[in-house]
């Protein structure tokens, strides 16, 4: 019978007298849902997925370097190039600053793939590709012939854009922090405002010396050789929502 929360059974003890004496067992049943205090399991799609964060200086920090040469050497590098390479070359100063143009255009038509690129995957190895991107876009624009070709690296130049630039990054930090992200964007926006202050001034150095093929080599090495390891080493691996709910 049952009396409140409590449940009266019979049952037999087998540890005193077996058949010859019953006691009494008083069970208590718990208020609580029973699955209340149950292990989430694995394959239930409702699993809360609570993973270790990076520290988020160290991954601002190393976005916020990579966004700066990033932007330099993409967006920003006409802006000290362009007269350089209509005078050098005999190019129109239209078609050459056009170039920023085109690179913008792929941008946009790659960011939708890149989306969801880094929630199948996740931003290092996005980010990691976009790198090599650049570098590749940048020695095919310094060894670029003719205008056609010209405007063909920009296209390469542009689809590391859209993969590399700070709607990707932000989308990375979204993909670690969760709601928690917002902090770690405003942060790294504030990086990415001196793109600018530092690669203007490094791409007149550059050109000084080596001439706007040579600036173009050195920021695909400074790519290859920099970028991508920063991103590599710094990002954690694979697609991580830590304490949100990750639906199968």
């Not at 270790?52 to 990579?66: C, F, N, Q, S």
């Not at 929630?119 to 940048?138: D, E, Q």
């Not at 003719?146 to 630039?165: D, E, R």
Request: hydrophobic share 50%; proline share 4%; glycine share 10%.
């Amino acid at each position: 019978m049952k009396l409140g929360a409590l449940s009266i059974e019979r049952v037999l003890d087998v540890r005193s007298r077996p058949l010859k004496q019953d006691n009494i067992r008083i069970v208590i049943f718990s208020q609580k849902h029973p699955d209340a205090n149950r292990a989430p399991s694995m394959s239930n799609p409702d699993q809360v997925i609570d993973q270790e964060k990076p520290d988020r200086r160290i991954v601002v920090a190393a976005l916020g370097v990579t966004q700066i040469l990033a932007w330099g050497s993409t967006f920003y590098l006409l802006g000290v190039l362009a007269n350089e390479i209509a005078r050098n070359t005999g190019w129109s100063y239209d078609w050459v600053t056009s170039g920023v143009s085109v690179g913008l255009l792929m941008a946009g038509v790659v960011s939708p793939r890149v989306g969801r690129a880094i929630s199948k995957w996740g931003g290092r190895l996005t980010l990691a590709v976009s790198a090599v991107l650049l570098a590749a876009g940048l020695l095919l624009l310094g060894s670029s012939q003719s205008i056609a070709w010209y405007l063909v690296a920009w296209l390469l130049l542009g689809a590391g854009m859209g993969s590399g630039l700070t709607d990707a990054a932000f989308s990375t930090l979204g993909s670690i922090y969760g709601e928690n992200a917002r902090g770690p964007i405003t942060s790294l926006t504030l990086f990415a405002g001196f793109a600018s202050t530092f690669c203007w001034p490094l791409s007149a150095y550059l050109i000084e010396h080596l001439g706007w093929r040579g600036a173009c080599f050195i920021y695909a090495a400074i790519q290859i050789g920099v970028a991508l390891p920063i991103l590599l080493l710094a990002l954690p691996r694979g697609f991580s929502i830590p304490t949100t709910y990750r639906r199968r």
